[in-house]
């Protein structure tokens, strides 16, 4: 799959996506300081799904009605790394099909996907 990894959502988590197999373009390390407006016109233009822990993403796709090709926004209590890491395992494992062109809300304990 081919994922935009959001700066605030790490490094970290795009190399663990990408030695998992994944495509990834990762903010933090490729093009850091770029805007959310930036992020996700380039998610759409070059069809990734954007990971994110930015909530303003759901005000930009949902207020704003700004395209997208699939965005998992990872709502977590614990920011670090590894449940980042945590999380998107488990929703790969069980809805990697399901994401594309979605608004898919990640917690700790639950996926929800949100109507687009």
Not at 6 to 15: H, K, L, Q, S
Request: charged fraction near 35%; proline fraction near 3%.
């Amino acid at each position: 799959m081919r994922f935009l990894v959001d700066e605030c959502t790490g490094p970290r988590v795009a190399n663990w996506l990408r030695a998992n197999a994944h495509e990834v373009f990762s903010v933090y390390d490729e093009a850091r300081g770029m805007t959310d407006d930036d992020v996700l016109a380039k998610a759409y233009s070059e069809r990734w799904i954007l990971i994110t822990n930015d909530k303003d993403f759901g005000e930009k796709v949902y207020r704003d009605a700004r395209p997208h090709h699939g965005v998992v926004f990872l709502r977590l209590k614990d920011e670090r790394a590894s449940s980042k890491i945590d999380a998107l395992r488990r929703l790969l494992s069980g809805f990697a099909d399901q994401l594309a062109d979605r608004f898919v809300v990640v917690t700790e304990r639950q996926v929800r996907f949100r109507p687009a």
